[in-house]
């Protein structure tokens, strides 16, 4: 009897000690693989945030995104991440069906997006942007993974015109688990700099002249959780960066795994990792964010120096992203108006309707917004179709604002 009991209560255990340590010792064991834990990603989001770090900051085999087995972590040269699609070989001019992944060769080596800003910061800056730095500008670039990349491709997602289909025919749209983006910012660096940051040699469009970039903030996005998991890292310099549009670190770090609970944003480096002694050891973890709001109903809160500038305080990775959307879309006829303040009754091309990204201030200011989202954002002027009630959301992917419209919009 004894022996049958004991017998099972081993049993027991070796079930009980295989889940705990099934996927998370496989991440653990091999630095470069994506952590694709649910249950970590829940229960320890900044945990799976470093793992993820150091997943898609592996040097990549060329040619290939893959991770380099045989590399070392913060060996200089691209990471797997450079690898993956950059919006503007997503979003192609006149809606254009994007080649397939392993067609794309453009997608490899260093050519970047144009000096482009991202979208909110061209909302809100209403300088033309002189970034800091020696000299040149900085750079930003978004990409995807091949999962997020054949989902956008295998949906017609890449044009307005495809978006809006999906809109009328009331379809979610629904990421797949292994999707993952990011947004990078590169600023100019010296020689000296190149032990300190993740580099890359890039030519600034102002002057065409070759440049050191290093990299000083990513922004990372999973799909591991239906609603993303969110994190951003940050290079140690930027909160002493003294340029136009640098405002240091307005609201205080958190990272539960190199800080202790009373004491989130003690700035320090988690062990564990293998980034000491590597460039990686000059970024930190923000922090994470995993849900709208915490459990007194306030919102959660998540910046980046650099890449929220001038919204810091209010920013919400979630529910700003919440809100990209498509509607109907709105036609001529439709905005046809008359009156003293259209004489000519001018009439404007077919446009696609989305939620705009920021709430404008009668003063003019921008803010973002933040905690739960409410119903009434994305509900439409009835029809009384029930399918077409509401805005459709495309599933907190802003980048699909990039896309074009397949045939030039009638007159
Ligand atoms: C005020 C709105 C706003 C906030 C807050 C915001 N973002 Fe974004 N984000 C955007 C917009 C707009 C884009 C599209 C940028 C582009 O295409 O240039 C974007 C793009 C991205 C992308 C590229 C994938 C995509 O959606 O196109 C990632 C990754 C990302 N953001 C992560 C974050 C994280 C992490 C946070 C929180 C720390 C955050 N964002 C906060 C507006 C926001």
Redesign the pocket.
Known sequence: MTGWRSLAAMGGLGVLLLALTGPAARAAAEPWMVPDDVALALRDPDRFAWQLFVAINWPALDEESAPDPEAALGEPRPVVWETWAL?KDVYLPDGRTPPPWLDASNRLGPERDPDEH???QTLVRDTSPVPPGRTGHQK?E?R?NRAAFDYIRDNDLYSIDGQERRFYAGLPVQFPPEAI???AVWRPIGEADKVRYHWATLSDEADGQERLYGLTSL???SKVLPRWL???FEHVDNPFRRGIHDEGWLIPSRDSVACPPEALDCGRLPSGFGLEGTVWANYRLRGT?IDFTDDYGLPVQ???SE??TG?QRT???MT??VR?TIGPRVNAAASFEFGTGYPDHPLGPPEATRLP??KQNEDGSFE??RGAPQPEWFRLPSTGVASFDTYLQLD???????ASYASPAAP
Request: glycine content about 0%; hydrophobic content about 45%.
């Open positions: 919006t991202p979208l909110q930003d978004v995807m983006e990011i947004k922004h990372v996005m969110w994190a951003t964010q998540l910046a980046d890449l929220e919204f920013s919400s990775c700003c992203h990209s990204v920021f973002s917004y907190y992917v802003f980048s699909m604002m990039r």
